[in-house]
């Protein structure tokens, strides 16, 4: 049976700090046009979505030149029960069962937990990946990074840096962000990420496990 990682598309939705609302209303009309057509305003970031390298790289590669096989495939879940609000988490903090291996496959998803809390204030205190987990991860084969949470990065920071970020799209690699319903998923599995066909610096996705 499929499952959906993704968060639906609703008007006035959640959005990162910063990013253009969500809107949603009515464009064409059954009274008035004969056809249901909806307005839809928001930014390229929204909801459960990727980020391309151009998304924090100057010169990185846009939407257009990803490919989506790179965002299907094997795919390792990683854990971590641990999970602090507003704290960050390391590599002895993410777990796997069997551990994690020399080499992971080119999909790592990052379970959390704060999937729960999107939607509402407590979702911007997420927890946050450590830049050296970041860069062993990479070391060991990942190049898709999907996290349950706003960003893979502190959200609001003093720094307002985003090493995590720096370290996989600066590698050209890919980022997906705010995936949901991972409860009960093994650690290995298939999965893609469905890309709207944009061009910028990300879009939307449709999350899937096979």
């Not at 988490?89 to 080119?106: F, H, K, N, R």
């Not at 790592?108 to 987990?133: C, K, M, N, V």
């Not at 090493?163 to 962000?177: K, Q, R, T």
Request: glycine letters at 12%; proline letters at 7%; a negative charge.
């Amino acid at each position: 049976m499929l499952r959906d990682l993704s968060h639906p598309l609703t008007d006035a939705m959640m959005v990162y700090p910063g990013d253009p609302a969500v809107t949603i209303s009515p464009g064409l009309t059954l009274e008035h046009d004969g056809v249901v057509v909806e307005r839809i305003t928001m930014g390229s970031q929204t909801g459960t979505h990727v980020d391309a390298p151009i998304h924090t790289v100057a010169g990185g590669r846009t939407m257009a030149d990803v490919a989506l096989d790179e965002l299907v495939g094997d795919a390792l879940v990683l854990r971590v029960p641990g999970a602090r609000e507003a704290q960050p988490y390391g590599w002895d903090e993410l777990e796997a069962d069997g551990g994690i291996p020399d080499e992971v496959p080119s999909i790592i998803i990052i379970d959390t937990g704060w999937a729960r809390w999107f939607g509402e204030e407590q979702a911007t205190r997420h927890p946050y990946l450590s830049a050296e987990a970041a860069s062993e991860l990479w070391r060991r084969g990942m190049r898709v990074l999907a996290v349950d949470t706003l960003s893979p990065d502190e959200t609001g920071g003093a720094s307002g840096a985003f090493p995590v970020h720096e370290i996989v799209l600066g590698s050209d690699g890919l980022i997906v962000e705010n995936v949901c319903n991972l409860d009960g998923l093994p650690s290995r599995l298939q999965v893609g990420f469905f890309p709207m066909k944009l061009q910028g610096d990300g879009a939307p996705v449709r999350g899937v496990v096979f």
